[in-house]
């Protein structure tokens, strides 16, 4: 009874169109000339410019017009119908749409004086199971509105939803700028859509029983239904590998930035910026003040508790010292030489990018006055052992989170000895002068030198 009124409920043969209406739109689609050609082309090129602009209202305006749809739900039609003649004509079709469409985006990239990859670019390059699925849906709502007698809004939808003209543009991308693996994943994105959209239209047509133009038995339907469900998990086996790989380093890079908050964001341990090696499994931060070695053992063991953090590193440095920000500066100048030698600069390499040029834009400002501080202050007052001096950034307190970071100049003050409040007081004016703005200042008692190791790293 329940199951009689969920047929009833999702019934797709109640307001569906004739068989010559259906015909119709689908031969408008697989119609490969004139307006589909030039709209073609005037879509790849505002593809191409949105994905090199990192623009996703661009991107989607050139989905929005793109005819690619056409030839895939044509061989799904083709399928249906047992048409040989059909399936080679709309397959023909989708081929040449392919072969312009990359060919003309490696002609915008070739010229185009902006090569850097953006995140729109580097989206299309891994696909995962999530793109599957978006094309299972949007290939089921495709061919639902086309087969019905007022089509709506359906077909732009599914437009966007399944993107198959950016991921062309970025094969294009992947031509001309030399890097094939973009090209592959991202052809290997279009081909995942391409054929989810026609399977799903292939199985709709089978549903509202469109006509067959050469009857077959019920057991070559069955034949062709296994080798179609059998091609699909082959399809999608890629996916999942990326699939898992995406939530791995998600969770990873989610734990390493509550680790990150626990640990680093609080007086005398704070840090300018970290980065997160998923692949040498290394978490490298950056302080302000050196740790000792027991400290250092401590945050390791706080890090193994983390459990998508137990197989990393942890890698502390910090620019107190001329050797220590030698030292750092060696390090970050090795890590983003490799960086730019990467075939493939990820949007998580591009992070690290920044976080390592953050570490050191503030080893080389510490490395004008530091120096001249302690020297100084450790005149005038002989209490002070030494002087950690840095900056954090941090959002300004307006509630806009698009505002701009604030920046607030730290300094740590390590004292050999006790000190009073008075001399306290001048000498947090005393810095604040030097520093030309307000220092935030800390006094924290000195460790021993025999317990003291300023940056390292434990396994």
Known sequence: MIWEKLKDFFDLHGDIASTQEITKRINAGVRFRGTNLSVLMLAIFIASIGLN??????????????????????????????????IRSSAGSLLAQVIISVATSTLYFSLTPIDAPSSELLARTSPTIWDVLIAVFGGLAGIIGVTRKEGGNVIPGVAIATALMPPLCTAGYGIATGVMAYTVGALYLFFINSFFICLTTFIVLKIIDIPS???????EFSRQKRYLMAFAVLVTLPSCFFAY???QKNLEN????????ENFKAPPRLAISYTLDNEKKMLTVFTIAGISEDDLTVLTEKLHEKAHLRPFRLEVFSAETVEEREKMEAMIDQ?????????????????????LKSAREESEKQGTYILDWNREARIVFPQISRIAVGSVHAPAGTGDQSAALSETQIAFIYLQSDMDEASRARLTEWISDKAKNRVEVH????VSAANENKGGTVS
């Open 53 to 86: 602009m990192n623009s996703t209202a661009v991107i989607i305006g050139a989905m929005l017009i793109s005819p690619l749809m056409g030839s895939i739900l044509g061989i799904g039609y083709g399928l249906a119908r047992y048409d040989s003649t059909y």
């Open 213 to 219: 133009k050469i009857e077959r038995n019920s057991v």
């Open 245 to 247: 790989q995406s939530v």
């Open 254 to 261: 989610e734990q390493a930035k509550i680790y990150i908050e």
């Open 335 to 355: 890590r983003l030489s490799e960086v730019e030698k990467s075939a493939i600069p990820s949007m998580q390499e591009q992070q690290t990018v920044t976080a």
């Open 443 to 446: 006094f924290l008692p000195e």
